[in-house]
């Protein structure tokens, strides 16, 4: 089975400063994807960034950024230039690719708090 | 485009009862997943929904069921609630199986008293 784990339960960072979230997961398959969510205080959970396993080039999306390292099932996530609004629940997730299986996966999430 | 969405949005029962929570889809989305988010647990894989059928269930008893309608819309159903399964539930929908993307509705807070 597919475990996903965030070992930072809480963490806090400035306003305009980089903060990095780290997630690890275990898994037999080769390919699969990787999720970063975000659940602010009003509890819609939003998509942030997205991976494919299969794809060695980092993904990224304005401020977020990921650190993907396969060999090491490391899937960390950057947020750039932080601002208020980021301050949120987040999620690391993991999907497998095969059909019939495509639960997400979620690790415990860390509470990140950016301070002004 | 109109995201999914959830209703009730906060739904109080007595132990014993039965509740329903209602997710429809993004337009065009014909998978439904329910999530129950629990304080101390994350979020937990219950219900997949694809096309009217039921793909995947998590570790749930089977007092949780569910539907998929033919417009893609999904019904929860929990029976013999129990005070443990007072939770946020959260429905997501995707747009087809190869993008794995999930969009999640804002969530039910259910609470059995």
């Known amino acids: 089975a597919q475990t996903v784990t965030q070992s930072q339960p809480e963490m806090s960072v400035q306003e305009a400063e980089t903060v990095t979230l780290s997630c690890t997961y275990d898994t037999s398959e080769n390919n699969y994807y990787l999720f970063w969510y975000k659940q602010p205080p009003s509890r819609q959970m939003i998509l942030v960034i997205r991976q494919e396993a299969y794809k060695q080039q980092n993904a990224t999306e304005n401020r977020f950024s990921v650190n993907f390292q396969k060999a090491a099932k490391s899937f960390s996530l950057k947020i750039s230039d932080s601002q208020l609004g980021d301050t949120a629940m987040y999620f690391c997730a993991f999907s497998n690719t095969q059909g019939g299986s495509e639960k997400l996966v979620f690790g415990k999430g860390t509470k990140l708090t950016v301070n002004p | 485009e109109a995201g999914v969405t959830q209703s009730p949005t906060h739904l109080i029962k007595t132990r014993g009862q039965q509740a329903t929570l209602r997710c429809s889809p993004i337009s065009g989305h014909t998978s439904v997943y329910w999530y129950q988010q629990a304080l101390g647990l994350g979020l937990q894989f219950l219900l997949w929904y694809d096309e009217g059928e039921e793909r995947n269930r998590g570790n749930f008893p089977p007092r949780f069921s569910g539907r998929q309608f033919p417009n893609y819309s999904s019904e929860l159903n929990v029976n013999a609630l129990e005070l443990e399964d007072s939770a946020l539930y959260l429905c997501?929908?995707?747009?087809?199986?190869?993008?794995?993307?999930?969009?999640f509705g804002p969530g039910t807070r259910l609470t059995v008293t």
């Open positions: 997501a929908s995707s747009p087809g199986t190869w993008k794995n993307e999930q969009y």
